[in-house]
């Protein structure tokens, strides 16, 4: 998955893009009610770890 679905993925979801994050978009999820990281890198893929880690930090099952 690009970064560019995912973003529209967690748009779809009621996430809401609230920020600069260190060089990276800041996200809020209002399901975990926690802000989350989420890189500027628009056409490239996303790695694992990273889908893993936003899926934890949004609640929103994003993988199979």
């Given at each position: 998955m690009k970064y560019i679905e995912l973003k529209k993925l967690l748009k779809a979801?009621?996430?809401?893009?609230?920020?600069?994050?260190?060089?990276?978009?800041?996200?809020y999820s209002p399901i975990t009610k926690q802000d989350f990281p989420v890189g500027r890198h628009d056409g490239q893929e996303v790695a694992n770890g990273t889908l893993k880690a936003i899926e934890k930090q949004s609640g929103i099952k994003i993988r199979g």
């Open positions: 979801n009621n996430c809401k893009r609230v920020g600069e994050y260190k060089g990276h978009e800041k996200w």
